[in-house]
């Protein structure tokens, strides 16, 4: 099983980005799926999070600003990103809890790079 995030890039300030994480392999079902990031010198932090019911829960700084959304037919969560801030900048990991032959495991993206200039 592997996740394979995309999407990041640069972009001003105010303007907007969407992120996808695609799961593929030994895949049987797909739970709880989130965003995390993580700043120059700074910890990983969550950004959102969704379940498998759909229902999604925000980090305080990006209330209002981003949406997390799953297909789960495509095996595919996304973020997008809206009045971006140069706080965003950040490596932004996707994460999810998979259940596949071999049991349940928790995987993580290799991350995308996101720029916001000011």
């Known amino acids: 099983v592997q996740l394979q995030a995309s999407g990041g890039g640069l972009v001003r300030a105010g303007g907007s980005l969407r992120l996808s994480c695609e799961a593929s392999g030994n895949i049987r079902r797909i739970g709880v799926m989130a965003w995390y990031r993580q700043a120059p010198g700074k910890e990983r932090e969550l950004v959102a999070v969704i379940t498998s019911y759909e229902t999604t829960d925000y980090g305080d700084s990006v209330k209002g600003r981003f949406t997390i959304s799953r297909d789960n037919a495509k095996n595919t969560v996304y973020l997008q990103m809206n009045r971006l801030k140069p706080e965003d900048t950040a490596v932004y990991f996707c994460?999810?809890?998979?259940?596949?032959?071999?049991?349940?495991?928790?995987?993580w993206g290799q991350g995308t790079l996101v720029t916001v200039s000011s």
């Open positions: 994460s999810g809890v998979i259940v596949s032959d071999t049991g349940t495991d928790d995987y």
